[in-house]
């Protein structure tokens, strides 16, 4: 019955909205261009995890097209991330392989005294490395990872917001391990609530309601990872739920030596290893975004070499390599993005809230 209430809404949703069928199914087509060995797999353990769904007793009061869209758009399926995969932060890092990831690997040891929080705060500069954290996480335990942009609910949502909270929270639930990613989470639970839309208060009310009675049970497996640039934006209920706060800060130098490695590591290039530090030495104050954006700058390059008649036939293989070069002028044309008064505010809540490291 489940199955066919499902369809329903679903060819419900495609006739309300004709646009809606590209949408949807746009992330499945661009996972279907990447050939896995299991991508069969996947297929088939997506239909099973569809069918536990629509039967689960969790599920029951949740509408269906919020189901499909949470399955399509929310839950991240993209490649995994390793703690290698994350330049620096060795300090943050540890807390959380202490605090979140053991945890949900093994509910049994970590109960009582040892009980994890339900929710962790990454606060920092946009383009540090907190979302790669939150997957990171995920992928270390297993977990499905669930992304939303806390602004998104508020927007994109707006009417629906509070009941994909509700949604969100229950499909979470049967996904176990699970880890639910918000980012800007400071446009929901923030501090000025005179002026704030009644929808929007809504949405903030649900939201809590479902964090408080997320992971109650001994064995659930949910951990909630709020994400902001504005942690001065948040208010008393935030920081007393996300009891962890975690400051990222920018990349120092070696971190940012070893983001322009790993991207190197694929692409033609002649910088040696010494040059990749400099480049890392020069480019302080960036954030690793801006280093990615500066890799990306010195990439296009060779392109540029390449004289506008040739562009079209020529050989891959007659492009030439990256050189240090290229990243010279790439550091002329690409700025960090992040200001020494932003730090300044993130160091001082940092010592008022923060992990004090
Ligand atoms: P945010 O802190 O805004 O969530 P992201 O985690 O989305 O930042 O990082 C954006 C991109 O910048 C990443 O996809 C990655 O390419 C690069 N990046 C940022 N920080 C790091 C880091 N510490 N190590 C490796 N890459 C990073």
Not at 69 to 90: M, N, R, V
Not at 129 to 153: D, E, H, P, R
Not at 168 to 189: G, K, M, N, T, W
Request: with cysteine; hydrophobic share 40%.
């Amino acid at each position: 019955v489940a199955k066919i209430t499902f369809k329903t809404a679903k060819e419900q949703l495609l006739a309300s909205n004709p646009g809606a069928k590209r949408t949807l199914g746009a992330s499945r087509k661009a996972q279907g261009k990447f050939v896995s060995p299991m991508l069969g797999v996947q297929d088939k353990q997506e239909q099973q995890v569809t069918e536990t769904e629509l039967t689960d007793e969790r599920l029951k009061h949740i509408d269906p097209k919020m189901i499909e869209l949470i399955e399509s758009e929310i839950i991240d399926k993209g490649t995994p991330i390793g703690w290698d995969d994350i330049a620096g932060l060795q300090m943050a890092k540890s807390v959380i392989q202490e605090a979140v990831v053991w945890p949900l690997l093994r509910p049994d040891i970590f109960t009582g005294l040892r009980r994890p929080p339900k929710g962790i705060l990454l606060f920092g500069p946009p383009g540090t490395g907190k979302t790669l954290i939150g997957k990171c996480v995920a992928a270390q335990c297993n977990a499905t990872f669930f992304s939303i942009s806390a602004s998104s609910l508020t927007s994109k949502w707006l009417g629906d917001g509070e009941k994909m909270v509700r949604a969100l929270f229950a499909v979470a639930r049967c996904h176990q391990p699970a880890v639910i990613f918000i980012d800007e989470i400071d446009s929901l639970l923030t501090q000025r609530s005179d002026t704030e839309h009644e929808a929007t208060r809504r949405i903030k009310t649900e939201f809590l309601v479902q964090f408080d009675g997320a992971a109650t049970e001994e064995e659930d497996r949910l951990l909630i990872v709020g994400a902001t640039n504005r942690p001065q934006e948040l208010d008393e209920a935030a920081r007393r739920r996300l009891v962890k706060r975690l400051y990222i800060p920018l990349p120092d130098a070696d971190a940012r030596k070893q983001i322009i490695t790993n991207l190197l590591r694929n692409e033609k290039h002649e910088v040696s290893d010494s040059e990749a530090e400099e480049v890392g030495r020069l480019c302080a104050g960036y954030s690793g975004a801006d280093v990615r954006a500066l890799c990306a700058e010195a990439a296009m390059g060779p392109v540029r070499c390449v004289p506008l008649h040739r562009m079209a036939a020529i050989a891959t293989d007659q492009v030439r390599p990256v050189n240090m070069q290229d990243f010279r002028n790439a550091l002329q044309r690409v700025r960090p993005s992040v200001s020494q008064n932003d730090l300044g505010q993130y160091v001082k809540w940092n010592e008022t809230y923060g992990q004090g490291f």
